[in-house]
């Protein structure tokens, strides 16, 4: 299996697509329009000894997914971005989109998620320009870019 004897870097580093590691998952994002979860279970010296796949939601995207960010603090959170101009939050754990995000003219390149504990100034002005972008009453945020060449 490919995936065995590798580390989580070079695994990311070889796949062509969009990918988050975080802790014993890999979350992946492609050309299919898939969103896939892996579990991941690693040795002593950090390689990964078994992969198994652990949710799968096809059609995550009208078009393919061309970027993807996880939560670290709710593992069941996760962001993707689309050729379809569209960012999808989703309940990962529940293969469930909670909201769909529109605004780009094109594919979304990037996605980065803002979490904090505490009040932040960035968190903040960016809740106020983009007020929909404010998820579930959390302390999260997020900022996207596109092709389109606008962040939002």
């Given amino acids: ?5 590798k580390t989580a870097y070079e695994i ?3 796949l062509v697509g969009s990918e988050m590691c975080i802790r014993d998952r890999f979350v992946t994002g492609g050309l299919d329009k898939a969103i ?7 040795d002593l010296s950090g390689n990964i000894v078994s992969c198994e796949v652990v949710q799968a939601i096809d059609n995550a995207h009208d078009e393919g997914v061309f970027c993807i960010t996880a939560s670290r603090v709710d593992e ?5 971005g689309g050729y379809d ?3 999808k939050l989703w309940n990962i754990g529940q293969c469930k989109c909670l909201k769909t ?19 932040s100034e960035l968190k903040n002005s960016l809740a106020n320009a983009y007020p ?7 302390n999260v945020s997020f900022i996207t ?4 060449k606008t962040l939002k």
């Fill in 1 to 5: 299996f490919f995936f065995k004897q």
């Fill in 12 to 14: 990311s580093a070889c």
């Fill in 36 to 42: 896939v979860v892996y579990s991941l279970e690693f």
């Fill in 76 to 80: 069941d959170l996760v962001l993707s």
């Fill in 85 to 87: 101009h569209t960012v």
């Fill in 101 to 119: 995000f529109k605004g780009h003219s094109e594919r979304v390149l990037s996605i980065a998620l803002i979490e904090s504990e505490g009040p």
């Fill in 132 to 138: 929909d972008q404010r998820i579930l009453n959390r």
């Fill in 145 to 148: 870019s596109s092709k389109d």
